[in-house]
């Protein structure tokens, strides 16, 4: 596997790609010898661009943790319980006093080459 990583980075580099390991595993085949196996993330931005954009919707029925899935997933800290990681996503007054968002909303996030999350501060 190392000589795998290996020739997966000189690949990487070549065409100015980032590569980045995201886990690491040891699986059991029978032998005497660890094995190991990994998945790895190799990303190019385009070079006329500073990130890569997805966009997806979230549907749901009432009550059903969109709003604090997508709290969740643009600040990068999981929900008390108590609905924290929706506040941010509140636009109305109404909203923050019933604690219930009422319109379409979006949120930005980003990742970079490496796939890490960038917050949208000036991309």
Excluded: C
């Excluded at 580099?13 to 990994?38: M, N």
């Excluded at 790895?40 to 604090?68: E, H």
């Excluded at 968002?101 to 980003?110: A, H, P, V």
Aim: hydrophobic share 35%; proline share 2%.
């Amino acid at each position: 596997m190392r000589a795998s990583l290996k020739t997966l980075h000189r690949l990487a580099e070549k065409v100015g790609a980032d590569i980045t390991v995201l886990r690491e595993r040891e699986v059991d085949y029978d032998s005497d010898i660890p094995r190991k196996i990994a998945e790895v993330l190799i990303r190019k931005v385009p070079d006329d661009q500073q990130f890569l954009d997805l966009r997806v919707a979230v549907l749901g029925n009432v009550d059903s943790g969109k709003s604090t899935l997508l709290g969740v997933l643009t600040q990068g800290e999981l929900d008390n319980g108590r609905g924290r990681a929706r506040l941010n996503l509140f636009r109305h007054l109404h909203e923050i006093q019933t604690g219930r968002t009422s319109s379409i909303s979006f949120e930005i996030l980003g990742f970079n080459s490496k796939g890490e999350v960038r917050k949208n501060t000036g991309w």
